[in-house]
């Protein structure tokens, strides 16, 4: 009997032993679990950051996209008031040229007349008596 109370002794030291090493071992989980948690949470509020500066800087991109698109529209339509105006203008001077062009081929014409004036008024001239005394005076 006292061999089997040794064997119990013997039996309860080794269960108590595997207790607590049991216990150890759930310790050594139970920081684990804590450290591998923390991590969890450490790794969700990057994710939560990283997407919220993705989020930021989708937002700043469409901004930005909105902004070109206006920006380029705003440079189409300037581009068409510029031609616009240089259409324009190059028709005015056109008209003016064409002007010029009208106004020295009557010049040019006026001169012609009143040098044939001219001519004619000193042909009619020279026939009046007296021409050829007058032309001495002069």
């Given at each position: 009997m006292l061999e089997d109370l040794d064997q119990l002794a013997a039996r309860i030291g080794q269960l108590v032993q595997r207790t607590r090493q049991l216990h150890a071992e759930r310790?050594?989980?139970r920081v684990r679990l804590e450290a591998a948690e923390a991590e969890r949470s450490t790794l969700r509020?990057?994710?939560a950051e990283t997407e919220s500066r993705l989020q930021a800087l989708q937002a700043s991109v469409d901004a930005q996209g909105r902004e070109a698109e206006a920006v380029r529209a705003q440079a189409?339509?300037?581009?068409?008031g510029l031609r616009a105006t240089l259409e324009r203008q190059t028709a005015e001077h056109q008209a003016l040229?064409?002007?010029c062009e009208a106004r020295e081929s009557e010049l040019q014409r006026l001169r012609a007349v009143t040098t044939r004036a001219r001519e004619r008024i000193d042909a009619v001239l020279v026939r009046l008596p007296g021409a050829a005394a007058g032309q001495e005076h002069h």
């Open positions: 310790d050594a989980l509020q990057q994710r189409q339509d300037i581009e068409a040229q064409a002007r």
